[in-house]
């Protein structure tokens, strides 16, 4: 498969395209290795859009539709994507931290998380520390994964995992934080076990705690 082609179809917003590439890849039985070059490629070309709407090329709509393509891309991968496909893994939770309003990172790594095995609850964007402690409380969970491009999201992230403190329901999880501005101090402000800022290593990470 030339990935050069996936690359800027995915930047392009090519949604037919983009499927029948990856459509014809899965019938060709591919390797996890492939499968993991095709998922890099995909997010080379997400790259692209984010960098076209910086630059006012693309708009929020355009954002919203390459979620969706991310989406859509995803289920067609899943059974060539990593891990135990046969059973449950664990449960997760996932969501963007209060004032953040991004989302395609966070639903291409729900994506891979669940063609892993797992089963994957998303409240979604712009959430506040109680909103994730609700919901840790709710199904409890085996990981919590928290998302966030802008620099406010460390805040945001450190807030919500002192609140699961409070609720007594920090032990029982392990809590992975995703984006742009996550590095390891930032990680350990936060007070989260792990970071990562790219979706197929914090996939690799999440395998790791739950085998």
């Known amino acids: 498969m030339e990935m050069k082609l996936l690359v800027q179809y995915v930047g392009d917003l090519e949604e037919d395209k983009v499927l029948n590439l990856l459509k014809d890849f899965v019938a060709m039985n591919p390797t996890q290795d492939e499968a993991d070059k095709v998922i890099s490629a995909c997010q080379e070309g997400m790259a692209i859009v984010g960098d076209r709407f910086e630059r006012g090329e693309y708009f929020v709509g355009d954002l919203i ?9 995803m289920d067609i991968l899943k059974p060539v994507i990593a891990g135990s496909k046969n059973g449950n893994l664990g449960k997760m939770v996932i969501g963007t931290v209060a004032g953040d309003l991004h989302d395609i990172g966070k639903n291409i790594y729900r994506g891979m998380v669940e063609a892993l095995g797992l089963e994957v609850f998303d409240i979604g964007i712009d959430q506040p520390a109680s909103a994730f402690v609700e919901k840790v409380r709710e199904v409890k969970p085996d990981v919590l994964g928290m998302s966030g491009v802008l620099t406010l ?6 807030q919500t995992v002192d609140a699961l403190k409070e609720a007594g329901l920090r032990d029982d999880l392990k809590i992975i934080v995703g984006g742009n501005p996550m590095t390891k101090d930032a990680c350990e402000y936060i007070g989260a076990d792990a970071f990562t800022t790219n979706a197929t290593e914090g996939v690799r990470i999440v395998e790791q705690w739950l085998k």
């Open 153 to 158: 999201a460390i805040e945001a992230m450190k």
């Open 65 to 73: 539709f390459a979620g969706e393509l991310m989406t859509e891309s």
